[in-house]
């Protein structure tokens, strides 16, 4: 099928190739069938060439609808990934949040074994001093209870049991001090003896 501006190029070429007319000024011969045989291709190929531009525009159209199509799936694409980064951010959030209720809790939980263990650790330490305290005392007790009984008898042997009731009544002290936060007293002036007594 020739294509209108083949024909038109064509029929320029006839007629600028046309002989002009003697004294006729810008008139030239032109063969009339020449001429109509240019007409009616032009009108045989016009709706032809018409079509052609119909269906150019129409696929413009598709390209433009297909194209308009996809930069829609491209935007809609990239909310939703947005979204889910918004989403895995709220995650993060609530991840770090529940981390900070653990550790919140695991210290806390800590701090009260502590204070707890250090309570006992302190009432298993006044405990053992009054235990301590009681032996001794009852010793003390029992030591004075034979030194009335051997009042009359051998002078060393009252000496030295005299020197261990000095010994029981100074470790008391330093038992009472201990208690007490004191530091550790010194013997007390007239003991006769500085020997701990087991």
Known sequence: MIKIDQVIKDMEDYLVNCKPIKFSGNKYAVEM???????NSLKHNL??????YKKLLMNQDQILRSAQAEAKSIVDKA??????LINNNDIVKEAYKIRDQILGDAKAS????????????????????????TVLSK????????????????TDFLSGLEDDMYTLDRNRNELAAMKNGQPKASASSGMKADIDFD
Not at 47 to 52: F, G, L, Q, S, Y
Request: no cysteine; aromatic share 8%.
């Open 33 to 39: 069938d020449v001429l109509e045989d240019y007409i």
């Open 47 to 52: 709706p032809a060439e018409v079509k052609n």
């Open 79 to 84: 909310l939703q990934e947005r979204e889910a």
């Open 110 to 133: 800590a701090d009260a074994m502590i204070s707890d263990a250090t309570e006992y650790s302190n009432q298993v330490r006044e405990g053992a001093l009054e235990y301590a305290d």
């Open 139 to 154: 010793a003390s007790d029992d030591m004075r209870s034979m030194f009335n009984v051997f009042k009359g008898a051998s």
